[in-house]
């Protein structure tokens, strides 16, 4: 088999995983209505009442979005290395307002049929299923703390607030689940009487608790107690930046590849509480990590004041901006500003034909510039610098073109990483040279 049939069959086989997992998650719906069909849930006496049968239906889809949302987030390596980090995110932002949708249709024909039924006020039928249980009061809690989640992750909300402040309230998510669950197995008669649906929920829940619970604690733990990793050295870079270099043992059982990040949380008493996703600069050694920080916010800019032994805790690692998703063994790589990161990164394994494009206002702020020019020849590959004030594209005022600076370029992969608006201009460009979508890829640092 030919290198590039090689390419060609590992994209394939990457891009079935990937389609493969998000439609699970319809298919894993559909069967839980299914069942719910299947246990007589839809019998009606008149055609009215098909609405209520609506509500549960969506109450049922709702619970398993909100199952594949849990998933999706749970930092699982089988989600991670099927989708990436960035599109799991997505897909868990865009399933959590469908799924409060479908909460809100759950309960407004639930309540709608049901006081019908009663000859009740929707109102007066609401606090009526308070009866019912303590559950269906939680219910109902879980239900505001959802709304207060989903509007505060509204983009106008969000972009205004501080990602802390954000965070912490997202956090009320978990509560909410808390607080809705058990309505769902005491009152919900589909789950109640054992049989394949019981199996079905439990299996669900285990799978997306169990896959939460274990990557997103038991395994940081772990590391910590594996690898010892604590903080080695904290050196200043000539533009500002600082890199952080950590020691550890066996870290090759880490299993980071050059271009990931992690979720690095330094156990001191200022920052313990705090997880920030920082790319790897250069390979992982077996012994040691590091990373380059450019001081942009709070937590940044305080990193050049971490003590060396700092014990660290890392969560990954994360992402897919790396080798194993190349499509053609030529490569060229796109960094800006500190995007330059998982760039360094994955020059470390480059091998030729690779092209090397930074894009500085001036040497003397580009972070890792000697570095990365030191390596490149080492690998064999070729560094294209284009210096100057902001054009009217990704490049200087003359407007640099991919196809201009790298002629085979749409033979390559291209891997980007800087400003959103920077790299969805470098993405355009190389779209325009040619480049398939499926050989750009593209790191985020922020949204
Ligand atoms: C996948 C990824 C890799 C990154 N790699 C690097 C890197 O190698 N070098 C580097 O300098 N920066 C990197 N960043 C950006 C870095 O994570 C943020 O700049 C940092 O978290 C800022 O924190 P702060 O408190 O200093 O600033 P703030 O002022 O609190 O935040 C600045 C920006 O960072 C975002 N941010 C803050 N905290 C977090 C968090 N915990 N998770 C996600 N976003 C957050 C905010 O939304 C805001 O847009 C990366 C980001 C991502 C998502």
């Given at each position: 088999m030919s290198t590039l049939e090689a390419y060609a069959r590992r994209s394939a086989r990457r891009e079935w995983w990937r389609d493969g997992l998000e439609a699970s998650i319809y298919l894993v719906a559909a069967v839980g209505v299914a069942l719910f069909v299947a246990s007589?849930?839809?019998?009606?006496?008149?055609?009215?009442?098909h609405l209520y049968g609506l509500g549960r239906v969506a109450g049922i889809v709702a619970a398993v979005l909100v199952l594949a949302q849990i998933t999706l987030i749970s930092r699982a390596p089988y989600v991670e290395r099927a989708i990436g980090h960035d599109r799991a995110a997505a897909t868990h932002t865009r399933l959590g307002k469908v799924a409060f949708i479908l909460m809100l249709v759950h309960v407004g024909l639930i309540l709608v049929m049901n006081a019908r039924y009663d000859g009740r006020s929707i109102l007066s039928e609401a606090v009526a299923l308070w009866d019912l249980g303590w559950f269906m009061v939680a219910a109902q809690v879980g239900l505001g703390l959802f709304t207060i989640v989903v509007a505060t992750s509204l983009v106008a909300i969000r972009s205004r607030w501080r990602y802390e402040r954000w965070h912490a309230v997202h956090l009320l998510v978990y509560l909410a689940i808390a607080a809705v669950v058990p309505h769902q197995f005491l009152e919900g008669s589909t789950f109640r009487d054992g049989g394949a649906a019981w199996w079905f929920w439990l299996v669900l829940y285990v799978l997306a608790v169990g896959s939460f619970l274990a990557y997103r604690i038991v395994r940081p733990l772990v590391l910590l107690a594996r690898h010892?990793?604590?903080?080695a050295a904290v050196e200043p870079e000539p533009d500002g930046s600082v890199s952080v270099v950590m020691s550890g043992r066996d870290?090759?059982?880490?299993?980071a590849r050059p271009g990931q990040f992690l979720l690095w949380r330094f156990l001191d008493r200022e920052r313990w509480t705090q997880a920030h996703p920082w790319s790897l600069s250069r390979a992982p050694r077996s012994d040691s990590l590091r990373i380059t920080v450019k001081p942009s916010g709070d937590a940044s800019a305080r990193l050049a004041h971490l003590r060396v032994g700092t014990r660290v805790l890392a969560e990954g690692p994360?992402?897919?901006?790396?080798?194993?998703?190349?499509?053609?063994p030529g490569a060229v790589l796109v960094a800006s500003g500190i995007g330059v990161t998982p760039i360094r990164a994955l020059l470390d394994e480059a091998q030729a034909p690779c092209t090397v494009v930074l894009r500085v206002r001036s040497r003397e702020e580009a972070p890792l510039i000697d570095e990365v020019e030191e390596l490149a020849v080492q690998r064999g590959a070729d560094v294209i610098v284009v210096a100057g004030p902001r054009g009217s594209g990704w490049g200087t005022a003359a407007g640099e073109s991919l196809g201009a600076l790298v002629p085979d370029v749409a033979t390559r992969d291209i891997y980007v990483c800087g400003p959103v608006p920077w790299a969805d201009a470098v993405v355009l460009d190389a779209r325009a040279a040619g480049v398939p979508a499926a050989a750009i890829h593209r790191e985020r640092f922020g949204w």
């Amino acid at each position: 088999m030919s290198t590039l049939e090689a390419y060609a069959r590992r994209s394939a086989r990457r891009e079935w995983w990937r389609d493969g997992l998000e439609a699970s998650i319809y298919l894993v719906a559909a069967v839980g209505v299914a069942l719910f069909v299947a246990s007589g849930g839809l019998l009606v006496t008149a055609p009215i009442d098909h609405l209520y049968g609506l509500g549960r239906v969506a109450g049922i889809v709702a619970a398993v979005l909100v199952l594949a949302q849990i998933t999706l987030i749970s930092r699982a390596p089988y989600v991670e290395r099927a989708i990436g980090h960035d599109r799991a995110a997505a897909t868990h932002t865009r399933l959590g307002k469908v799924a409060f949708i479908l909460m809100l249709v759950h309960v407004g024909l639930i309540l709608v049929m049901n006081a019908r039924y009663d000859g009740r006020s929707i109102l007066s039928e609401a606090v009526a299923l308070w009866d019912l249980g303590w559950f269906m009061v939680a219910a109902q809690v879980g239900l505001g703390l959802f709304t207060i989640v989903v509007a505060t992750s509204l983009v106008a909300i969000r972009s205004r607030w501080r990602y802390e402040r954000w965070h912490a309230v997202h956090l009320l998510v978990y509560l909410a689940i808390a607080a809705v669950v058990p309505h769902q197995f005491l009152e919900g008669s589909t789950f109640r009487d054992g049989g394949a649906a019981w199996w079905f929920w439990l299996v669900l829940y285990v799978l997306a608790v169990g896959s939460f619970l274990a990557y997103r604690i038991v395994r940081p733990l772990v590391l910590l107690a594996r690898h010892d990793l604590r903080v080695a050295a904290v050196e200043p870079e000539p533009d500002g930046s600082v890199s952080v270099v950590m020691s550890g043992r066996d870290l090759d059982r880490l299993g980071a590849r050059p271009g990931q990040f992690l979720l690095w949380r330094f156990l001191d008493r200022e920052r313990w509480t705090q997880a920030h996703p920082w790319s790897l600069s250069r390979a992982p050694r077996s012994d040691s990590l590091r990373i380059t920080v450019k001081p942009s916010g709070d937590a940044s800019a305080r990193l050049a004041h971490l003590r060396v032994g700092t014990r660290v805790l890392a969560e990954g690692p994360l992402g897919i901006f790396t080798d194993a998703t190349r499509t053609a063994p030529g490569a060229v790589l796109v960094a800006s500003g500190i995007g330059v990161t998982p760039i360094r990164a994955l020059l470390d394994e480059a091998q030729a034909p690779c092209t090397v494009v930074l894009r500085v206002r001036s040497r003397e702020e580009a972070p890792l510039i000697d570095e990365v020019e030191e390596l490149a020849v080492q690998r064999g590959a070729d560094v294209i610098v284009v210096a100057g004030p902001r054009g009217s594209g990704w490049g200087t005022a003359a407007g640099e073109s991919l196809g201009a600076l790298v002629p085979d370029v749409a033979t390559r992969d291209i891997y980007v990483c800087g400003p959103v608006p920077w790299a969805d201009a470098v993405v355009l460009d190389a779209r325009a040279a040619g480049v398939p979508a499926a050989a750009i890829h593209r790191e985020r640092f922020g949204w």
